[in-house]
């Protein structure tokens, strides 16, 4: 990566993909909910009639699951062409345009239930991680939860897209951290570890297929 790329041109190569692989990615992943044991823990840490904020809502399929179950959700991410495809699926619902590390914009300190991060922060420069973890924290009310997901490794690059195919070498912004790394940074935090898992990625469609491992955290404000 040219040492000269900045967050902006990082988070805008993430931005810039997703509104190109928008229309596609929809018609594979619009209802799909993949690591559905994954909801399932989160879900059984919400309280009734809970406001979840979706960091990358994408194309909705986050939202069409709580929807169903009876959750208040809102959604933020920058793609405009993925609210596009979402409208499309799932019918207008609260979706708000706009870089996650912007998200104290929208939202008060201690106003929210519950934040869902998965397959989203790890497009999230190193440089803004930290201050992104920071405004979650404000953000949750006490005993408010937060899962989240993260890529396993070290450093930062310019991945493959594997929907744009050779147009897509090198032109997405990844962010890799080792587990110690997580754990540490949580740990400034009042944060409690409430579920953790991992697994290997292995579809032909996933970034760093069979080269990666994906691991959640689920965690819980404390105070």
């Known amino acids: 990566m ?7 041109d990082k988070r805008n190569s993430v931005k810039n993909n997703y509104n190109l692989i928008a229309e596609q990615y929809g018609q594979d992943f619009g209802t799909y909910i993949e690591d559905l044991d994954v909801y399932k823990e989160f879900e059984k840490y919400l309280i009734k009639n809970a406001e979840i904020l979706d960091l990358g809502a994408g194309v909705g399929r986050t939202y069409s699951y709580f ?3 009876g959750y208040k959700y809102i959604g933020l991410d920058f793609s405009s062409k993925m609210k596009e495809c979402a409208y499309k699926l799932h019918g207008e619902f609260p979706y708000i345009i706009d870089d996650m590390v912007n998200l104290k914009k929208y939202f008060a300190n201690n106003s929210v239930d519950a934040v869902f991060a998965v397959y989203s922060l790890f497009h999230i420069p190193k440089t803004d991680f930290k201050k992104l ?3 979650i924290h404000d953000i949750l009310k ?3 939860i937060f899962l989240f997901s993260y890529q396993k490794g ?3 690059e310019m991945a493959d897209e594997p929907y744009l195919n050779e147009a ?3 032109v997405l912004y990844m962010n890799y951290q080792a587990n110690d ?3 540490d940074l949580l740990s400034q935090f009042s944060y409690k570890f409430l579920y953790t898992k991992e697994k290997v990625e292995t579809s032909d469609l996933a970034i760093n297929s069979n080269n990666i491992t994906t691991a959640f955290v689920l965690v819980k404000k404390d105070k």
């Open 168 to 170: 897509g070498k090198n």
């Open 181 to 183: 790394e997580i754990k």
């Open 133 to 135: 973890l920071s405004d």
């Open 67 to 69: 929807n169903k179950k």
């Open 142 to 144: 006490n005993n408010g």
């Open 2 to 8: 040219n040492a000269d790329t900045t967050s902006l």
């Open 154 to 156: 070290q450093g930062e």
